[in-house]
């Protein structure tokens, strides 16, 4: 069932191409095969993976139903390409999945057992033996939202409490990519879930950035949030890393739009001219894999955050995947060796757990370019593969009460300890 090490997790007789009539029928007698037994293998899993690569929304959510076993769920968690449909994703996941609550989201590339990949879906199932979860969807995301989420994330909280009182908790945010209001969710969040670990991740759209989704109850929505809260007797580790320095050049924000993330001047000059000059590029060459090899970070108490750079704009101006300010001081970054810092931040964690079951993770779009550019990718993504991470490309990642950039960061999930 796969390489040692890697995810046991993925039933991959039933895995199959749609192009082929008689392939489709194999694969079907064959899930069916290793649906009697999957119970057995499964077993010690706390949580469990699908993935598929369909190439429509209902065939593709049949086949993520298909390949997870058929377990009690707390609740099951899908990332999914922006090419499928997502209202008709979001309905036909909850016709497959009766039997379980279902959130999700669109990415920017799905991170599972295959490795890095787009064009596709993954389910993560986290099995009610193990997990007890509390929703909170989080709809039309703005000022009066926020004031009302206060009051309801202090009953989701009594509720998880009143089930699950005395064991490890941490919280999963999945919001629009697109929504312009993440660090204001964020530090609403973390304010009231103080001493609860947040982690999460930004839908994406691909390399569109035109609209994300959020999958709630059946249903896709833009501008929109949901905050899972778990709670289990597993150990848990949130973790964070980034591959980046600061040097000594320095970019401060003399115009901007704020509401809408743009900066027009940096050092009183175009804002595109002035940042390509201070890397070394032409304005005229400057585009995604660029904006990702030179990030720009801010210094936030004693550390530094990244605020990646979306796009150039035709008049000159930036656009941010983060809040900017007129006034903020940016630095130009330097970089470090990625691969030795994941490496590093996967020891740390496995040292203070010992065997993990998963790494939810949410690693930002820019950090997948930068590797694809470098030619570390797959490098990379065997990375991945080794120490089980499961989890998407993003377009921003919350981290505590923080909205991020150029991030890889979530949560650790520990194995359960052995039957004595």
Do not use: W
Request: charged fraction near 25%.
């Amino acid at each position: 069932m796969g390489e040692p090490g890697a995810f046991p997790v993925k039933l991959r007789g039933a895995f199959h191409s749609s192009k082929d009539g008689g392939q489709m029928a194999r694969g079907a007698r064959e899930a069916n095969a290793l649906g009697a037994s999957a119970r057995q293998f499964f077993d010690d899993d706390p949580l469990v993976v699908a993935s598929t690569r369909a190439p429509d929304a209902r065939q593709a959510a049949a086949e993520l139903r298909r390949e997870l076993p058929l377990f009690d769920y707390a609740v099951v968690i899908v990332f999914f390409s922006p090419h499928y449909d997502a209202s008709e994703f979001a309905a036909a996941l909850a016709r497959e999945f009766g039997d379980a609550p279902v959130y999700g989201c669109s990415t920017a590339g799905e991170i599972g057992p295959d490795g890095i990949s787009e064009g596709g879906a993954l389910a993560i199932g986290f099995r009610a033996r193990d997990f007890a979860v509390v929703a909170k969807p989080i709809l039309d995301i703005g000022a009066s939202t926020l004031e009302a989420l206060r009051g309801d994330l202090s009953g989701a909280r009594s509720e998880l409490e009143a089930v699950a009182a005395g064991r490890n908790c941490f919280a999963l945010l999945l919001v629009d990519g697109l929504c312009l209001h993440e660090e204001t969710l964020a530090s609403t969040i973390g304010a009231c879930l103080h001493d609860i670990q947040v982690v999460g991740g930004s839908a994406g759209d691909g390399m569109n950035f035109g609209v994300t989704s959020v999958i709630c109850g059946g249903k896709a929505s833009t501008n929109s949030a949901v905050l899972m809260l778990f709670s289990t007797n597993l150990a848990v580790r949130p973790f964070k890393c980034n591959s980046f320095e600061p040097t000594t050049t320095k970019l401060v924000v003399t115009d901007a739009d704020i509401d809408r993330r743009i900066v027009r001047e940096l050092n009183a000059e175009p804002a595109a001219k002035e940042y390509a000059r201070t890397i070394g590029v032409p304005e005229s060459e400057l585009n995604a894999y660029v904006f990702a090899a030179h990030p720009v970070i801010v210094r936030v108490g004693g550390d530094f955050y990244a605020r990646s750079i979306q796009r150039a704009n035709p008049d000159g101006s930036l656009t941010f995947f983060c809040a900017i300010d007129e006034g903020l001081v940016l630095t130009a970054a330097g970089r470090l060796d990625t691969l030795g810092v994941v490496e590093q931040m996967f020891a740390d964690t496995e040292r203070e757990l010992g065997e993990v079951s998963a790494y939810i993770g949410f690693d930002c779009l820019h950090r997948r370019l930068d590797a694809e550019q470098r030619q570390i990718i797959r490098d990379l993504e065997d990375l991945y593969r080794r120490h089980r991470v499961v989890g998407f490309n993003t377009y921003g990642e919350q981290f505590e009460s923080m909205h991020l950039n150029q991030t890889f960061s979530g949560v650790a999930i520990g194995k359960r300890p052995a039957a004595r």
